[in-house]
């Protein structure tokens, strides 16, 4: 596990990078408040995973899908989402088992149900700085 703190957006790259290194999993559990950051930090994850797509915010599609050289990855936003019947809905289970990056948006919903190894960032915005914890 480790932390950092950040002050600028620009620092994200940093984060980013040292995230791809320490991944061991296929599985990311992004947690913070709204506003905290989690799809900005996907954003410069997915481009230091080399993907030229676009990454926006999967908020009503609920999972974007991108290319890198490596295979895939599936970003997920499981906000809108009102019970654990409508995660399984949408096949998370086909994409998690699938071996390629998954990360996770508002994983309250189905964490408890997650049986794949995982690593978990959590962002925390107290307006000037974002304290992240990464395990």
């Not at 995230?19 to 410069?44: E, I, R």
């Not at 481009?47 to 926006?56: A, P």
């Amino acid at each position: 596990m480790w932390t950092a703190e950040i002050t600028s957006v620009e620092e994200w790259a940093d984060i980013a990078r040292r995230v791809a290194n320490d991944l061991k999993h296929s599985v990311l559990l992004l947690k913070g408040n709204l506003g905290a950051g989690k799809t900005t930090f996907t954003q410069y994850l997915v481009k230091t995973l080399e993907s030229k797509n676009e990454v926006t915010s999967p908020t009503y599609s609920i999972v974007n899908e991108y290319d890198i050289p490596k295979g895939k990855i599936y970003h997920f936003d499981l906000y809108r989402l009102n019970d654990l019947e409508e995660v399984y809905d949408l096949g998370i289970e086909e994409y998690l088992s699938n071996g390629f990056l998954s990360i996770i948006e508002w994983p309250e919903i189905y964490e408890d149900n997650l049986f794949e190894a995982y690593h978990e960032m959590e962002i925390a915005n107290s307006g000037k700085t974002r304290n992240i914890k990464f395990k």
